[in-house]
């Protein structure tokens, strides 16, 4: 007699991604980089993908470029200003949603040189945008999360928090302003904060996961030009053959955060990043490094980071203590 077994899941595919023509999905800073590739193919997927952005007309340009590359693409723009804290709250109340499938951490602030720059709250331009912002907005967009069936948080950290460790009596770089270092640290906390959410929420027993990604190694000059959100000339291109061997361009280092929000497999507390060399190809589960799932240092980053942005410890996601 012939054998019956559960039909198998197919392989992931980057190139075709699950219909998702019921679900509704927030990408912060979504209007260019990898957050613009990551809306896109959000979007490809029949879902309302919303662009988390403060600035509306690279927000508008962004969709305009979205709907030319996927026809019928339902494209939001939400104002939106994480450096900005008193902000959030009221930029929630416009997200025009019953409910939140997924929201994609994604935007950042990356700053090169000197002098060290703060927020119109007064906290490092960096870490107060990137993390603290993410922070806090978690807490207005609980209850669309919690709304949701199977809600994602989805924070995109990146491959240069691997090398830094959180300093927490000088966590906005008071002391010692180094701006490469100042950013590693700055999605070092954000990643930190993605694990310990995830923590947070198994133990309440919430429906709501968190998940990690990061993009690896991704160039401009190794990305497809999608004008006038993004253009690559045939020099740049060029020149920036010798460098895919390690790494990718910005369309590929979406994959990973794309299927951190997708694939129905993912569990919370995971971390998804490119197989190859953890810098380039298709996404795959990684080992989360020891100082990232660090719990003691997370409970006193989550401490800090209510002091600073005046939020709740249970974000409105978990029970109130």
């Known amino acids: 007699m012939a054998s019956s077994s559960a039909p198998q899941t197919?392989?992931?595919?980057?190139?075709?991604?699950?219909?998702?023509?019921?679900?509704?999905?927030?990408?912060?800073?979504?209007?260019?980089?990898?957050?613009?590739?990551?809306?896109?193919?959000?979007?490809?997927?029949?879902?309302?993908?919303?662009?988390?952005?403060?600035?509306?007309?690279?927000?508008?340009?962004?969709a305009d470029s979205i709907r030319s590359h996927v026809p019928g693409a339902r494209v939001r723009h939400l104002r939106l200003d994480l450096a900005d804290l008193s902000s959030l709250?009221?930029?929630?109340?416009?997200?025009?949603?019953?409910?939140?499938?997924?929201?994609?951490?994604?935007?950042?602030?990356?700053?090169?040189d000197p002098p060290r720059r703060e927020t119109g709250d007064g906290h490092e331009l960096m870490f107060g945008t990137n993390h603290l912002g993410h922070f806090a907005l978690t807490r207005w967009l609980a209850p669309l999360l919690s709304a949701a069936p199977a809600a994602r948080v989805v924070t995109v950290g990146s491959f240069a928090a691997r090398s830094v460790r959180l300093d927490l009596d000088d966590l906005e770089s008071a002391g010692d302003y180094r701006p490469k270092r100042t950013y590693?640290?700055?999605?070092?906390?954000?990643?930190?904060?993605?694990?310990?959410?995830?923590?947070?929420?198994?133990?309440?027993?919430?429906?709501?996961?968190?998940?990690?990604?990061?993009?690896?190694?991704a160039l401009d000059s190794?990305?497809?030009?999608?004008?006038?959100?993004?253009?690559?000339?045939?020099?740049?291109?060029?020149?920036?053959?010798?460098a895919a061997l390690m790494v990718q361009g910005k369309e590929a280092g979406a994959w990973p955060v794309v299927r951190a929000t997708l694939d129905p497999d993912v569990r919370g507390g995971q971390m998804w990043g490119p197989r190859v060399f953890r810098m380039r190809g298709a996404p795959r589960s990684e080992r989360v490094p020891a100082h990232m799932a660090d719990a003691a240092v997370a409970a006193r980053l989550w401490a800090a980071s209510c002091e600073l942005t005046g939020v709740e410890p249970h974000l409105g996601l978990l029970p109130a203590r």
């Open 89 to 112: 709250e009221g930029a929630v109340d416009r997200l025009d949603v019953e409910r939140l499938d997924a929201v994609v951490h994604n935007a950042g602030v990356a700053l090169d």
């Open 184 to 217: 590693s640290r700055s999605k070092l906390a954000q990643m930190a904060f993605g694990f310990e959410l995830d923590r947070r929420l198994r133990a309440a027993g919430s429906t709501v996961s968190s998940v990690v990604a990061h993009p690896g190694g």
């Open 222 to 242: 190794l990305t497809p030009s999608r004008p006038p959100v993004h253009t690559t000339t045939a020099g740049e291109r060029l020149r920036g053959l010798p």
């Open 10 to 62: 197919p392989p992931w595919d980057v190139h075709r991604l699950p219909a998702c023509a019921d679900r509704t999905f927030l990408v912060t800073g979504g209007n260019a980089g990898i957050g613009y590739f990551v809306a896109e193919q959000l979007a490809a997927t029949g879902a309302v993908v919303w662009l988390g952005s403060r600035d509306a007309r690279k927000a508008g340009a962004a």
